[in-house]
Nanobody
Framework: QVQLVESGGGLVQAGGSLTLSCAASEHIWDRFMMGWFRRPPGKEREFVAVIGWSSGRTYYGDSVKGRFTASRDSAKNTMYLQMNDLKPEDTAVYYC?????????????????WGQGTQVTVSS
């Protein structure tokens, strides 16, 4: 069973930066794209970013455009999320996920593997 493991979360002041990592325990043969989602306290899970695993093409949620950057290192089987200019409203549990197709990247239901999540807390 392939596992996705997020790391890099923590507590940071507003305006600061964090880099999240998502490492797969083994090669994922049916991976077309990988995404980042987050669940703010008391809210539903929301789309943050997605990256095509072969193409490297990225798309972002409106609230993080210009501040967050998704990337991947195929050799390390790892995806990253560089988060800059963090705001208190970025506080959430962040999850990575993989999907076997490119359809509906915005929707959690399009992804078939999920990590356990990592907490990011941004203080004001």
């Amino acid at each position: 069973q392939v596992q996705l493991v997020e790391s890099g979360g923590g507590l940071v002041q507003a305006g600061g930066s964090l880099t999240l990592s998502c490492a797969a325990s083994e090669h994922i043969w049916d991976r077309f794209m990988m995404g980042w989602f987050r669940r703010p306290p008391g809210k539903e899970r929301e789309f943050v970013a997605v990256i095509g695993w072969s193409s490297g093409r990225t798309y972002y949620g409106d609230s993080v455009k210009g501040r967050f950057t998704a990337s991947r290192d195929s050799a390390k089987n790892t995806m990253y999320l560089q988060m800059n200019d963090l705001k208190p409203e970025d506080t959430a549990v962040y999850y990575c996920a993989s999907a076997a197709s490119g359809d509906g990247y915005y929707f959690p239901s399009s992804y078939n593997r999920w990590g356990q999540g990592t907490q990011v807390t941004v203080s004001s």
